[in-house]
């Protein structure tokens, strides 16, 4: 039979074709996208600039992402890929550089930082957490990243960010959570104060007291809190607490008092999505 393109070496040809359309359409969708940002740029500069940064709406679109994807490409490869075209683009809009502690597990530190920000956007090496957070205020609108880890002799990082005008936690990475996650260990994700798009889901606060008790620890348990990190500090011991919606510092703070707990400080000192844990 003759006019029919069914022999092996023909179907992987036609394959072949497809695939190599499929790849000249995903290149200028991208690049259609890199024009709609130079456009996103001259609008916000006309009204005066802002962060680049949206951690409440690239949350929304991962927790999307995840929800559609099928098929048996991973979905790790998707997710990295998202977070290398938002974080790139992000950076077209405003250069940044990203800060990492790195202290005790620099390996693990580094696969977070290139699986979540990709290879345009500069990593800056630290040896503390507090070191990665001067970064961020000493910059126009750098990132830092921190480990989420509770160690006996944790520094109390978190006393840094307690202020109007300090920075504050924006993210957790990663945000699809799932078992064996590639880059699976959990960062925050600190920059200075945005103004705008940022997810409440989560709120961190600073707990500083006197001594720990277990009327606080209630009162805490009774508002669904995590303890993150606690630490000693001059004046006593100082927490870092993450709360889920609806609650929050304003809420935790006055059931401290009302408990009888008045020497209970509670700062708010960020706030991010809760992550999204896949099945």
Not at 174 to 189: I, K
């Amino acid at each position: 039979m003759t006019g029919i393109d069914n022999t092996p070496n023909q179907v992987l040809g036609q394959v072949r074709e497809e695939i190599d359309l499929l790849d000249t359409q995903m290149h200028a969708l991208l690049m259609k996208r890199s024009e709609i940002i130079d456009r996103l740029i001259k609008v916000k500069s006309q009204q005066g600039g802002g962060s680049a940064f949206r951690p409440g709406r690239e949350a929304a679109m991962m927790r999307i992402l995840a929800e559609r994807h099928a098929g048996n490409l991973p979905l790790e490869t998707i997710e990295s890929i998202w977070r290398i075209i938002i974080a790139t683009f992000t950076y077209a809009q405003a250069p940044y550089s990203v800060h990492i502690d790195m202290s005790g597990q620099e390996q693990k530190a580094w696969d977070s930082a290139r699986f979540h920000f990709g290879f345009t956007v500069p990593l800056v090496n630290h040896l503390s957490s507090q070191d990665a957070i001067r970064g961020v205020i000493g910059s126009t609108g750098d990132l830092a990243m921190v480990p989420i880890r509770d160690t006996p002799n944790e520094v109390a990082w978190w006393e840094a960010l307690i202020g109007a005008n300090t920075p504050k936690i924006i993210a957790r990475v990663p945000f699809l959570d799932r078992r064996n996650h590639p880059a699976g260990s959990p960062f925050f994700v600190i920059s200075k104060p945005l103004a705008e798009a940022t997810s409440r889901e989560t709120v961190l606060c600073a707990v500083t007291t006197d001594q720990w008790d277990e009327k606080l620890s209630s009162v805490i348990k009774d508002h669904e809190g995590t303890l993150i990190a606690r630490s000693k500090i001059k004046t006593g011991l100082s927490a870092c607490i993450a709360l889920p919606e609806p609650h929050d510092s304003k809420s935790l703070d006055s059931a401290l008092k009302s408990a009888g707990l008045t020497d209970v400080q509670v700062e708010e000192i960020g706030s991010h999505a809760r992550p999204y844990v896949v099945q």
